[in-house]
């Protein structure tokens, strides 16, 4: 699976974003996909994580802020990303998990947030 992210920029602070990550390749089964971020300095961290049931995880800094979706006709999962904070900065990864716990990661998008 290759995954493709896009949608990071800058944005002041109490502004929005909206990532998405396309997949193509050999999708088939998944046991998941999600985001993850990493600040500089910091380890890579998960922001959230949805199950191939539809249950999810959100970190607790993002939740009610940030919302997960997706088009599966069109193979794309999204970060809706509201009232962003300057911790928010970060490059923001996505992941899919095949069945079988193959993980596949995009290239990482840059979400840089402005007081």
């Known amino acids: 699976v290759q995954l493709q992210a896009s949608g990071g920029g800058l944005v002041h602070s109490g502004g929005s974003l909206r990532l998405s990550c396309a997949a193509s390749g050999s999708i088939g089964c998944i046991n998941g996909m999600g985001w993850y971020r990493q600040a500089p300095g910091k380890q890579r961290e998960l922001v959230v994580w949805?199950?191939?049931?539809?249950?999810?995880n959100y970190a607790d800094s993002v939740k009610g802020r940030f919302t997960i979706a997706g088009d599966t006709a069109k193979n794309t999962m999204y970060l809706q990303m509201n009232s962003l904070r300057p911790e928010d900065t970060a490059v923001y990864y996505c992941k899919h998990q095949a069945c079988g716990y193959i993980n596949s990661w995009g290239q990482g998008t840059l979400v840089t947030v402005s007081s």
């Open positions: 949805i199950t191939s049931g539809g249950s999810t």
